[in-house]
Structure formats: structure tokens, C-alpha cells
């Protein structure tokens, strides 16, 4: 009785893991333009504000939300409210089958900072090595997405997505999202284009927990897990964007070792891949699947986008 609740529960929890949308992931970096005369002066007045409030163009910048004034808060909400950012999650998010919620705990204003190549023990390396934002792809049903919104006419940086394979300089109002804990992605520095800027990039960083209406608790438990880690990871950030002691230097190499190493199963084998693996090999030991019905279930693929190889047995 207990193990077939409990197997029964594990392909759910399975299917759950690749039913995160209304067309089971088959392609879900997101874009759209969110420009029209509001968000136009809403994104100019925020990069402004950002540009003054800089201290170093070598290092990212870090405003978050909450601790804005009222005045911020109110541009950054122009932008975060913009009707197109919906219709953009409607494509592959049905309005009537999902909810889209705001995380405001998460949002902030950010500013690029440059490569620093010679400064391997920092945390802004970060961004330009593949890298996935969060840990939480194990969650079924629930996608927390970052929307990078364009503040300035950025001409120099671009953000990769080496598995759909896309890339797109983030320019003022536009709108790239991708999903915070499943998605691969970097930026580097663009030296080809015609017209280089020396202004940094500028822009938001906005997030948005999307889950199906019958699954809230999930959907809220997504939320605060996601919340948490940014809290978490942010102090970490911070304190080795410049590290000045060893003990800085230590957790600006673990950053970065750490990220290299989970991107690394991610791409090459996939997390879910594995996953899927132990639950039928789970079942093989425990007599509920015969050798025959396992081998079938090792040679068909894997339904996993992100994964380059086909398990069979």
C-alpha cells in the first residue's frame, strides 16, 4: 500500500518536473518591448537615478526594491506592471490555468560591471560564465521567471542562452525572461558593434512566480524558497564583489567553482535526467518494475530539453 502511494507520488513529482508550463518547456526564453510613453520616461528617470547613485564602473551595482524611495518604487512599478510583460507570459502560461505573481523581495535596479578576466576570486565572474540563478528546478509545476528590463541603450553587453541557443543585447524597454532556476545563460562584452557606449548597462531585474491556480501552496512555497536563497546569495555576493581578506577570496572561489560544477551536471547529464533515472532503478530494485518494462523506460528519450544525450541501456 505505502509504495504504491508512494511510487505513484514520485511520477507525479516527475511529470510535475516537466509540465512547467502550457507547452511542457519546449521553449521558454521569453522577450517582448514594454516601450510606449510611460515606460519611456518611467525607464529614463531610473537609469538616471542609477547612473548618479554609481560609485565604481568596474563592479556591479545593487539597488533592491524594498529599500528604494516611495519615488522609485513608483517608476520601477510602470515597468513591472506593463500589460506587454503579461501578454508575454501568455504564451506559454495559459491566463486561465495560471496565476503570475509579483516578487518584489527580489527585484532590483542593476548595473553591469566589467569582466575583471584577471580577478578570478570575485563574484562578478559570475555573470560571465554559464550559470543558472537558482536551485529549485527539483520543484514541480512552479517556474519563478527573471525579467531583465533594457534601462539604456546598451550596445555592448549580451546575454546568451547556449541551449535554445538565442542572444539579445537588453536595450531600453526590452524585456528578456528566463526562468531563475532552470535556465543556463551568461553575458559577455560585444567588440563588434559599429557604435560602442561607455555608459554601463543599466536595467531591472524583476521576478515573477508563475503557478497553476489549483497548486497556491506550492506556488507560495516556490516563493519563499526563492526568496530566501536571494537573500541568502546576495549577502554572499556583496561581500565578494571586491574581496580584500582570504576569507573573501575563499567564498569568491567557491562561487564560482560551485557554479562551474552544477552548470557542468546540469548541461551534460541533467538533473532531472538523473532523477529519473533513480526512480525507475528504485523500482527495478524493489520488484515493481520487471527488467523488461526498466530497459524500456531507459531507451526511450527523456523528454529534458536541456540535456545532450539520449540514456539508453
Not at 180 to 189: K, L
Amino acid at each position: 500500500m505505502f509504495e504504491n502511494i508512494f511510487y505513484s507520488c514520485s511520477i507525479v513529482w516527475l511529470v510535475g518536473l516537466f509540465a512547467i508550463d502550457s507547452g511542457w518547456g519546449s521553449d521558454r526564453v521569453l522577450s517582448t518591448n514594454i516601450t510606449d510613453r510611460e515606460t519611456e520616461k518611467a525607464t529614463e528617470k531610473i537609469k538616471r537615478w542609477a547612473i548618479q547613485h554609481m560609485k565604481n564602473n568596474k563592479i556591479s551595482h545593487h539597488w533592491w526594491y524594498l529599500e528604494l524611495s516611495a519615488e522609485v518604487k513608483t517608476w520601477v512599478d510602470v515597468c513591472t506592471l506593463s500589460s506587454k510583460i503579461k501578454s508575454m507570459f501568455a504564451s506559454i502560461f495559459v491566463p486561465l490555468l495560471y496565476n503570475v505573481d509579483i516578487i518584489p523581495e527580489m527585484n532590483e535596479i542593476y548595473i553591469s560591471g566589467e569582466d575583471r578576466m584577471n580577478e578570478y576570486m570575485q563574484s562578478d565572474r559570475v555573470f560571465y560564465i554559464p550559470h543558472i540563478d537558482g536551485p529549485f528546478l527539483w520543484i514541480p509545476f512552479v517556474s519563478v521567471y527573471r525579467c531583465m528590463i533594457g534601462l539604456n541603450e546598451n550596445t555592448k553587453i549580451v546575454t546568451h542562452f547556449p541551449i535554445p541557443k538565442k542572444c539579445q543585447k537588453v536595450q531600453q524597454g526590452d524585456v528578456l525572461a528566463f526562468d531563475f532556476n532552470r535556465e543556463i545563460h551568461y553575458i559577455s562584452v560585444c567588440t563588434e558593434s559599429k557604435k560602442i557606449s561607455h555608459e554601463p548597462r543599466v536595467a531591472l531585474k524583476i521576478h515573477y512566480c508563475i503557478y497553476p491556480k489549483c497548486m497556491y501552496w506550492l506556488g507560495m512555497g516556490m516563493y519563499s524558497l526563492n526568496v530566501m536563497y536571494n537573500r541568502t546569495m546576495r549577502d554572499v555576493f556583496l561581500e565578494t564583489i571586491q574581496p580584500d581578506t582570504y576569507v573573501s577570496r575563499l567564498k569568491g572561489s567557491i562561487v564560482v567553482i560551485a557554479t562551474h560544477s552544477y552548470v557542468f551536471i546540469e548541461r551534460n547529464i541533467g538533473y532531472r535526467n538523473i532523477l529519473y533515472i533513480l526512480l525507475f532503478h528504485r523500482m527495478l530494485q524493489t520488484s515493481y518494475i520487471s527488467k523488461p518494462a526498466f530497459s524500456i523506460m531507459m531507451i526511450l528519450p527523456v523528454v529534458y530539453r536541456y540535456s545532450q544525450y539520449v540514456f539508453s541501456f
